[in-house]
């Protein structure tokens, strides 16, 4: 690979956005390593690539948009975006993004979070560090080819947030993100929208293609991932999401991610 073809690219605006978009696109590279530092608050607008992403967050949580849901991507994790699904991203705190673009990657039908093993996430510091001359081509190679077989065996985590298509039950989602609740139930939803509880159930599944109760025990996750970033205390995120108690809260964190929240976001550098 081409030095050129590595970069560590600061904060960069929406013209110099696009005109790296512009870049990669024309790279002849089968794999280009990318590192960027972006700023809370920080709004990436819509656009797509003809390859392959895995957006690894380093350090910090990303929200993505696409048209279907909304993905979270917390430290240790990546999203992989499958080439040519046009999406934006919010920076919810400051992010260290180490990001991968992959000419063929058969995987990606759809946006998926995985978990960013200690393999892959040295192979991926590897690629964005590498200089030419501290690295042989055999070696890059190398390390390319392992991080290619390394990625089709990294677990999913449901922290994609399926969004429905019509107008009313997708604002009664937003509202429920807005403020979170574990006791959240059918009857109030189906009579919101004035239909029967078998109906909403039909209706909700053939809009998100999941059950509602799968659906809100993952927004409530999703919605308290930013605030556990902030170091809110896990008593109060608990509490407001509508959980009895903290083990309650716990017990379906670890559950979903694989690990409590007081260790979820700490200690996740790899």
Same mark, same amino acid.
């Given at each position: 690979?081409?030095?050129?073809?590595r970069?560590?690219?600061?904060?960069?605006?929406d013209?110099?956005?696009?005109?790296?978009?512009? #870049?990669?696109?024309?790279a002849?590279? =089968?794999?280009?390593?990318?590192?960027?530092?972006?700023g809370r608050?920080?709004?990436?607008?819509?656009?797509?690539?003809?390859?392959?992403q895995l #957006? #690894?967050?380093?350090?910090?949580?990303?929200?993505?948009?696409?048209?279907?849901?909304?993905?979270?991507i917390?430290?240790?994790?990546?999203l992989?975006?499958p080439?040519?699904?046009?999406?934006s991203?919010e920076?919810?705190?400051?992010?260290?993004?180490?990001?991968?673009?992959?000419?063929?990657m058969?995987r990606?039908?759809?946006p998926l979070?995985l978990e960013?093993?200690?393999?892959?996430?040295?192979?991926?510091?590897?690629?964005?560090?590498?200089?030419?001359?501290?690295?042989s081509?055999?070696r890059?190679?190398?390390?390319?080819?392992?991080?290619?077989?390394?990625?089709?065996?990294?677990a999913?985590?449901?922290?994609?947030? =399926?969004?429905?298509?019509d107008?009313?039950?997708?604002?009664?989602?937003?509202?429920?993100?807005?403020?979170?609740s574990a006791?959240?139930?059918?009857?109030?939803?189906?009579d919101?929208?004035?239909?029967?509880?078998r109906?909403?159930?039909?209706?909700?599944?053939r809009e998100?293609?999941?059950s509602?109760v799968? #659906?809100?025990?993952?927004?409530?996750?999703f919605?308290?991932?930013p605030?556990?970033?902030?170091?809110e205390?896990?008593?109060?995120?608990?509490?407001?999401?509508?959980?009895?108690?903290?083990?309650?809260?716990?017990?379906?964190?670890?559950?979903?991610?694989?690990?409590?929240?007081?260790?979820?976001?700490?200690?996740r550098?790899?």
């Amino acid at each position: 690979m081409p030095k050129s073809d590595r970069h560590y690219l600061p904060d960069l605006p929406d013209a110099d956005h696009f005109r790296n978009l512009e #870049w990669i696109e024309k790279a002849n590279a =089968p794999l280009l390593a990318i590192g960027r530092d972006y700023g809370r608050g920080l709004i990436v607008p819509p656009h797509s690539h003809t390859r392959t992403q895995l #957006w #690894w967050a380093r350090s910090g949580v990303v929200l993505v948009h696409t048209a279907d849901g909304r993905w979270m991507i917390p430290p240790g994790h990546a999203l992989l975006i499958p080439a040519g699904m046009e999406h934006s991203a919010e920076m919810v705190s400051d992010v260290r993004m180490h990001s991968i673009y992959i000419a063929a990657m058969s995987r990606a039908h759809r946006p998926l979070v995985l978990e960013i093993t200690a393999l892959a996430g040295s192979l991926i510091d590897e690629l964005v560090r590498i200089e030419n001359e501290t690295s042989s081509e055999r070696r890059e190679q190398l390390i390319t080819d392992l991080l290619l077989e390394e990625i089709p065996r990294l677990a999913e985590r449901p922290l994609g947030l =399926p969004f429905p298509q019509d107008r009313g039950l997708a604002g009664l989602c937003r509202k429920f993100l807005e403020a979170p609740s574990a006791s959240a139930n059918i009857d109030q939803w189906a009579d919101n929208l004035g239909i029967s509880r078998r109906s909403f159930t039909r209706f909700f599944r053939r809009e998100t293609g999941i059950s509602f109760v799968t #659906w809100r025990q993952q927004a409530c996750i999703f919605a308290s991932l930013p605030r556990i970033a902030d170091g809110e205390p896990i008593t109060t995120v608990a509490l407001d999401a509508g959980y009895e108690n903290v083990a309650a809260f716990t017990t379906m964190f670890r559950r979903m991610l694989g690990a409590p929240p007081s260790l979820y976001l700490r200690g996740r550098d790899l």
